[in-house]
């Protein structure tokens, strides 16, 4: 639970308002660091032990995890609302496949290509599924070790480690840990073994109970040995005491503030649904709105893949903002001096509406987005974010102007009347052209008016 500035300014020294800190007084600072915009080191008269507990208290509720380093690094945890509604959730789950040793040679190429090449583009973002999880079943401890070397040496992707026998979870541990993968998983019956193992090279664990109660002993000792980075698996068997204990872990971290829950966790739709794909997919999708972190599926196509990561990103879009692109001019096809030059806002299904158009003709060009807080072009131009004056300027600082020899601008057609304020901005530079009130015009509209440009 968060502190409020008013608790903290009881710990602060309060009777030597010093300005140190960059603030006028104590309670200025501890309203700014309640709201997590300073840090606890700006005062330099508080003790060490203040100091300890204010970080503790300041912590987030459910600890930030990471799985995998570089670009293919996944963040899971740092979680504020129980419901997305009420703020929105920040981490999205990382979906990921089961690959088994048990599984035939092309099984297991087949499964890696799929998590690398399986990609869809969608509303200027690209959806991909995001981990590999090595399960070592076949018994036989080189064999797996060898596809834990495989999928090191020819992905870049993040990992989880499945293994019942710690001696081989940590030999696998060891050949990728530099890639910061999950360990999975430590139970009761094989912490005390793993700590001084987990502790040679710190990496995520994994933590199964048989129940909720049983991982807060497990978090207490790993935490007490200085292992923070952990995933929850209460071991949920079915998707009804799935829910329940999800909903019992986010509550207990977010509303009690009881921090021996407050991790992030992950669920297993491969095992609890096994050999029935459509189950799967539906229990999966479950998770992604109920909380889980991680979750591991058995296998997946196209078609079911897409769903659940088009899912996921309503989920966990912020509802506070509209999606929007970068402010920029952005290239479609290979387009030279004369391509021509459409300009348009930056809610995101405007511009994949605008530059697919713009595609489908095979016309090259620029289209020019101008940030308008993520608004479509008529609302923005009603909320004054996009009118004849602030295009103007973004037109003259986009660096469009080196990129054309002709000044020929085409302007959406519902926003027709801000031609005159526009022409008057680029210092009668530029003719303003008015195009297509919908996209659907782009399509007749581009290749004529390409042919007269080059003309
Ligand atoms: Fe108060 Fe510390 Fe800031 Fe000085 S530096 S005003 S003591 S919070």
Redesign the pocket.
């Known amino acids: 639970m968060p502190i409020a500035g008013s608790e903290i300014v009881k710990m602060?020294?309060?009777k030597?308002?010093?300005?140190?800190?960059?603030?006028?007084?104590?309670f200025a600072?501890?309203m700014k660091l309640a709201s997590g915009g300073t840090t606890v080191d700006?005062?330099?008269?508080?003790s060490d032990e203040t100091k300890d507990k204010l970080l503790d208290l300041l912590a987030p509720p459910i600890k930030l995890v990471t799985v995998g380093s570089g670009e293919s690094a996944v963040k899971i945890g740092n979680e504020e609302v129980i419901y997305r509604h009420e703020k929105t959730f920040v981490h999205s789950p990382g979906i990921t496949l089961l690959v088994s040793d048990k599984e035939d040679k092309a099984k297991i190429e087949e499964k890696i290509k799929k998590l690398k090449e399986l990609q869809f583009p969608w509303v200027g973002v690209n959806l991909k599924a995001d981990l590999l999880a090595l399960h070592y079943e076949s018994g036989d401890k080189s064999k797996f070790l060898d596809l834990v070397k495989k999928v090191y040496d020819s992905t870049d992707l993040g990992i989880v480690l499945i293994s019942e026998d710690v001696d081989t979870l940590f030999a696998a541990r060891d050949i990728c840990a530099d890639r910061h993968p999950l360990i999975y998983p430590i139970t009761k019956e094989n912490i005390d073994a793993a700590i001084p193992k987990i502790k040679e090279n710190l990496t995520p664990v994994g933590l199964r109970g048989g129940s909720v109660e049983e991982l807060v002993p497990l978090t207490t000792k790993l935490k007490y040995a200085g292992i923070e980075e952990l995933v929850l698996d209460p071991g949920s068997k079915n998707l009804v005491e799935a829910i329940r204990d999800q909903t019992f872990i986010r509550k207990a971290a977010l509303k009690q503030g009881f921090k021996p829950l407050g991790y992030p966790t992950v669920a297993f739709p491969c095992f609890m649904a096994k050999d029935e794909a459509l189950k799967e997919m539906l229990v999966g999708s479950t998770f992604i709105n109920k909380w889980a972190s991680i979750i591991v599926f058995s296998d997946f196509n196209k078609y079911s893949l897409l769903p659940l990561l088009v899912q996921r990103l309503n989920i966990y879009t912020d509802p506070r903002f509209p999606m929007a692109v970068e402010e920029k001019y952005y290239e479609v096809g290979e387009p030279d001096e004369s391509s021509p030059v459409l300009v348009t806002s930056n809610w995101a299904l405007t511009y994949f509406l605008v530059s697919s158009a713009v595609e489908a003709t095979k016309v090259p060009a620029y289209i020019c987005v101008k940030d308008a807080e993520g608004l479509g072009v008529l609302t923005a131009w009603a909320a004054g974010k996009f009118g004849g004056d602030s295009v103007g300027t973004f037109i003259k600082k986009c660096g469009i102007e080196d990129k054309v020899k002709h000044r020929k601008l085409v302007i959406p057609g519902k926003v027709a009347r801000i031609k005159g304020e526009l022409e008057d901005a680029l210092d009668l530079k530029w003719e303003i052209i008015i195009g297509p009130r919908e996209t659907t015009g782009i399509g007749a509209f581009l290749p004529e008016f390409t042919k007269q440009l080059k003309e």
């Open positions: 602060l020294p309060g030597r308002p010093c300005k140190d800190c960059g603030f006028p007084t104590c600072f501890a700006k005062c330099p008269y508080l």
